[in-house]
């Protein structure tokens, strides 16, 4: 399968630069191993090929398993915050409604260009 996520500026410089391995988000159920994924930043875009997707109950405990692959150089603290930050909305309509924080953590290598 083939998917298309956008990613934030220095997010995606972290993807082409190598080193960002892991993408966490939260409500993605749909992507598997050997899936293919286009991360676009405005007109530019890097694919990656993604060889481990694992689920998890909340932001934390990805975290705690990829914190260093997912976002390089945020201590967990920052990290975290940064998550509920860009998942605001999503984390309060999903508490209002008393469902589950999961997030998925989808590890990948980059295709050669």
């Known amino acids: 399968m083939s998917s298309v996520l956008n ?17 966490i988000r939260f409500g ?11 991360f676009k930043n ?3 875009s890097r694919t ?6 694992n689920v998890y109950n909340g932001f934390e405990a990805a975290l705690t398993e990829h914190l260093n692959e997912a976002l390089p150089g945020f201590n967990f603290v ?6 509920e930050r860009i998942y605001e909305e999503k984390i309060k309509e999903a508490t209002a409604n ?13 295709t050669k260009q």
């Open 48 to 53: 990656v090929v993604v060889t481990k997707v």
């Open 7 to 23: 990613l934030r500026d220095k997010y995606f410089n972290m993807v082409c630069d190598g080193t960002k391995t892991v993408e």
């Open 78 to 83: 920052e990290a975290l915050r940064e998550y």
């Open 42 to 44: 405005g007109d530019v």
């Open 98 to 110: 008393n469902e589950s924080i999961m997030v998925t953590a989808i590890t990948f290598r980059l």
């Open 28 to 38: 993605i159920r749909t992507i598997a191993t050997n899936d293919v994924i286009t």
